[in-house]
């Protein structure tokens, strides 16, 4: 994650971290191409929330996320 996306969540990992987990992924490693490449991330600046069931939900590549908007998306992952 860049650290524009790494302050993100951070911020928002207090309030949801009882519900949800976070992981960051590193695209310089063996298992981070392999992750890209599963949920179609074309570059390293990018957010995926999966449901319950690993079924992605949402995602987002580069910059222009906003926090309501992720906030937004974990509480509707989180029904």
């Not at 992924?25 to 999966?50: C, I, K, Y």
């Not at 910059?63 to 509707?76: G, K, R, S, Y």
């Amino acid at each position: 994650m860049c650290a524009r996306n790494t302050r993100l969540v951070q911020a928002l990992r207090p309030q949801y971290e009882s519900d949800v987990d976070f992981f960051e992924v590193r695209a310089d490693t063996r298992e981070g191409q392999t992750l890209l490449a599963r949920f179609g991330m074309p570059g390293t600046h990018g957010l995926v929330v999966l449901d319950r069931q690993g079924q992605v939900i949402w995602r987002s590549f580069g910059h222009d996320v906003t926090p309501e908007t992720v906030e937004a998306v974990l509480q509707q992952a989180i029904r």
